[in-house]
């Protein structure tokens, strides 16, 4: 008998290696139990997909309001009506406030805040959760966070805090990281048919997060790491801050230089290749705009000691824009001999981005705090209010009426919501900045960014 002998490697289990067979098939037969901690406007949508697609799935929310809120059918985040709420409390989704009361799960998604706190990144919300969820962990369980943060977090901040539950990473317990891409109000691209990118601290890890995205999304995108999959977020949404600073500043000169800036784009997008359509603006908002660059420069300053140059210089340039408005709308009413002053200014929109109820980090109310300050008589149209105990208004709000328009010295559009009569808006205000561009090619009075 010859013996033969083999090069090929033998394949020996690693430590973990059934728990994670078996994460992976309760988790493509809909066993696997579900909690995503943080309700909000990532954490909300990605429950009512895994309640969709047949989990059992528990919201985990700190705000008692916002978790009563839920459990009684009504739902705050404008991307989740309040039919597809009821649809999945009728599939038994649960929305808990007390960690008590959530039950036992095996795939558990942070998707709480992470705010800059004096230019730092805050993580005390994700500590929280990470520490919160380490206490009822068991074997064989895959925690996955979704929060925008620096490249690390998860490796070096979450999965030690993970690990106080006294399972060890990899081996007993499952971790990766997966950034949220949702773009509120946007009505092609949705949590579903939006690639998701995937990623883990080992091998097995990765193999149960592709799993449970994969049964969520049409694409996973999986990468090397949890740090790579942490940076593609800061990248993606440095790429549109940056270029939206470049935007702005060419707008600012344009204007001078007596150059209409819309006509240089509109032309320059027909270019098939090598160019991306951005636009001016009253400024940037939302939650990760103004703040996600920051969390890499301060990475950066942190690790390097260097200065990310880039991010600086649009903070500056996308930070200044409120201003460069007001100075406009100043500009405008001089030329019809009217002062700020004591002028009838109807504002529309307020929140930071078109068809979305989110104020964070508006610009716009940055513009009517000034617009106010110099002693504007200041109203605004919003049809989309935030949600009961959210942000106070800064001026009394006002349906956009025929009568309201008319009755402005001056009309600032700030908000591109697709509930604006854009035709009306031409015919009845008397005089309009238009800071988005969409009266174009309209006729009107006035004048655009
Ligand atoms: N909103 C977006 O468009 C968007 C897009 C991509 C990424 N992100 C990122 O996703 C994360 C969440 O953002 P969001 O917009 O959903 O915030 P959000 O404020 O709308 O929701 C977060 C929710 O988490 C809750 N919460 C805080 N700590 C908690 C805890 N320990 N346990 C349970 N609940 C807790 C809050 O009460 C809040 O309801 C942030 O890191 C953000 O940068 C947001």
């Not at 009821?86 to 406030?97: E, F, I």
């Not at 691209?189 to 097995?204: E, L, M, Q, R, Y």
Request: hydrophobic fraction near 45%; proline fraction near 7%; glycine fraction near 8%.
């Amino acid at each position: 008998m010859t013996e033969t002998t083999s090069s090929a490697p033998v394949a020996v289990p690693a430590p973990g290696d059934d728990l994670v067979d078996a994460l992976v098939r309760r988790i493509d037969d809909r066993s696997a139990r579900v909690l995503i901690v943080g309700q909000g406007y990532v954490g909300l949508p990605v429950a009512m997909r895994a309640v969709e697609v047949g989990f059992d799935v528990v919201g985990l929310e700190a705000s008692p309001e916002r978790a009563a809120a839920l459990q009684s059918g009504s739902s705050y985040v404008a991307d989740v009506s309040d039919d597809q709420l009821g649809r999945a409390l009728a599939a038994g989704y649960r929305a808990v406030n007390d960690p008590a009361d959530a039950g036992p799960f095996d795939v558990a998604v942070i998707t709480v805040p992470t705010p800059l706190r004096d230019g730092a990144p805050d993580l005390a919300y994700v500590e929280d959760a990470a520490t919160t969820l380490a206490r009822r962990l068991r074997a064989g369980a895959l925690v996955v966070l979704e929060s925008t943060t620096y490249p690390g977090t998860t490796d070096e901040l979450m999965r030690p805090l993970l690990e106080q539950s006294g399972l060890k990473g990899g081996a007993e317990l499952f971790v990766g990281y997966s950034p949220e891409r949702i773009d509120p109000g946007n009505a092609r691209w949705g949590f579903v048919n939006t690639p998701k990118v995937v990623s883990g601290i080992d091998a097995g890890s990765l193999r149960c997060v592709e799993a449970f995205y994969g049964a969520l999304v049409d694409k996973v995108v999986p990468v090397a790491s949890t740090a790579e999959a942490e940076l593609v977020k800061l990248l993606e949404n440095t790429f549109r801050h940056v270029n939206i600073a470049l935007v702005n500043e060419l707008a600012m000169f344009a204007d001078s230089l007596g150059i209409d800036i819309w006509g240089a784009i509109d032309a320059a997008s027909s270019k098939p290749f090598g160019y991306m359509r951005f636009t001016p603006g009253p400024g940037v908002g939302g939650h990760c705009l103004p703040i996600d660059p920051s969390y890499l420069s301060w990475r950066v300053k942190r690790r390097l000691g260097q200065t990310f140059r880039f991010v600086e210089l649009a903070n500056d340039v996308n930070e200044h824009m409120p201003d460069y408005v007001v100075t406009r709308a100043m500009t405008l009413l001089n030329r019809n001999k009217l002062a700020l002053n004591g002028s009838r200014v109807l504002v529309l929109g307020l929140s930071y981005k078109a068809g979305t109820s989110d104020w964070r980090e508006s610009p716009s109310i940055a513009v009517v705090e000034r617009l106010l300050a110099l002693g504007a008589d200041v109203r605004a149209c919003e049809p989309y209010l935030p949600e009961a105990g959210g942000p106070a208004l800064p001026t009394p709000v006002v349906d956009c009426t025929a009568d309201e328009l008319a009755a402005a010295d001056l009309v600032v559009l700030l908000v591109d919501h697709p509930d604006f009569v854009l035709d009306e808006i031409a015919e009845h205000a008397r005089l309009v900045l238009d800071t988005k561009g969409v009266l174009r090619p309209r006729e009107f009075s006035g004048e655009t960014l």
